[in-house]
């Protein structure tokens, strides 16, 4: 069960993107500390370092959200990392419906989330993206 020890297994990552969906942040605070890093391009503040930042950023995210949903598609364990893929299936307070994959990695150190980090299978929004494709145009590989 997810508390003050978190160990890496299937049924604690199970229960940890159950939490996200069900929007309990007192159960997903849990396994984070001062020390943890939660990054995911998704909010906007992309990197949220130690629990006060990453709790901002998830009041911000389920208080914007209707309903979110996890289903975990590929778990892989490996002593004190794992590497999830998700279907996410949100939907936004304005209607929008949102689904996608995301890959999560999770790092645990002294039995608390160290690492939480999303890749996203799609590119960046805005300046980035923007400047990713011009800088492609202009120095486009001659192959």
Do not use: C
């Not at 391009?41 to 370092?49: F, L, N, R, S």
């Not at 364990?77 to 299936?89: C, H, P």
């Not at 890959?103 to 590119?123: D, G, M, S, T, W």
Request: hydrophobic share 45%; net charge positive; glycine share 2%.
């Amino acid at each position: 069960m997810m508390a003050n020890n978190y160990e890496l297994n299937r049924e604690n990552i199970e229960l940890l993107f159950e939490s996200f969906s069900n929007k309990d942040i007192e159960k997903v605070m849990s396994v984070f500390d001062n020390d943890s890093i939660f990054i995911d391009a998704h909010y906007p503040e992309k990197e949220m370092i130690g629990a006060h930042s990453i709790r901002r950023g998830l009041s911000w995210s389920i208080n914007n959200m209707s309903s979110m949903k996890f289903t975990i598609l590929n778990l892989w364990i490996s002593e004190d990392k794992a590497s999830v893929e998700v279907f996410a299936q949100h939907k936004l307070k304005i209607g929008l419906k949102l689904n996608f994959k995301e890959v999560f990695i999770i790092e645990i150190k002294n039995q608390k989330i160290k690492r939480f980090e999303a890749f996203l299978p799609y590119p960046p929004f805005g300046f980035v993206n923007f400047a990713s494709k011009l800088i492609w145009k202009i120095f486009k590989p001659k192959i």
